[in-house]
């Protein structure tokens, strides 16, 4: 059975060059900090038909980021590929922190599908993105597949726990569209 290390190989061996390399490198770099994530958030927040959509996707990223990088990367202490194997070729700088999971998955994942709960066409758009972000940090040899799949399903948790709050304290207010007071 082939290791992650080895599937890490394989795809350097087989798809890596030319304009993938730029291509993974630019989805990777779209997604630092999750500051794309947050500035879709809101532009959707400024819209009142989409501003739920916005709270329920910032609260997902703000929730994916806290419980990833404050609490999940800090107990597993999971080292990069990179750094456990030093053959691996990086065409970006080495990135700091801990492999497990994926930062950028974990936001990615998050904000994609706290859109897609409210706008299925959209929120698809997104979910692709996030896909291609997820498999850009594997490509570019600073995640292991596993790392990559533990961060997008954080990200879908944290959306739909998000979506769960919002609900609740909607419920909770007696207002249909959220606004307080009713």
């Not at 819209?47 to 107990?75: F, Q």
């Not at 922190?97 to 066409?121: E, K, M, P, Q």
């Not at 896909?131 to 879908?156: E, K, Q």
């Not at 944290?158 to 919002?166: N, T």
Request: aromatic share 10%; net charge negative.
């Amino acid at each position: 059975m082939a290791s992650e290390t080895d599937v890490l190989i394989w795809i350097q061996e087989n798809l890596s060059g030319g304009i993938m390399d730029t291509l993974m490198k630019y989805v990777s770099c779209s997604g630092d900090h999750g500051a794309i994530w947050l500035i879709i958030a809101a532009a959707l927040m400024i819209y009142k038909p989409t501003r739920e959509a916005g709270v329920v996707m910032a609260a997902a990223v703000l929730m994916g980021y806290v419980l990833n990088d404050w609490i999940i990367k800090p107990l597993v202490e999971r080292p990069r590929p990179f750094v456990e194997d030093l053959s691996l070729p990086l065409i970006i700088d080495p990135p700091g922190g801990y492999s497990f999971a994926s930062g950028h998955t974990v936001n990615a994942f998050a904000a994609a599908c706290a859109l897609f709960i409210y706008d299925r066409r959209w929120g698809s758009v997104l979910v692709a993105y996030a896909a291609l972000m997820g498999f850009s940090r594997i490509y570019l040899m600073v995640h292991y597949p596993s790392d990559v799949v533990a961060g997008a399903l954080i990200g879908i948790m944290c959306a739909v726990a998000a979506y769960k709050i919002i609900e609740y304290v909607k419920k909770r207010s007696g207002s249909p569209d959220g606004e307080a007071g009713g």
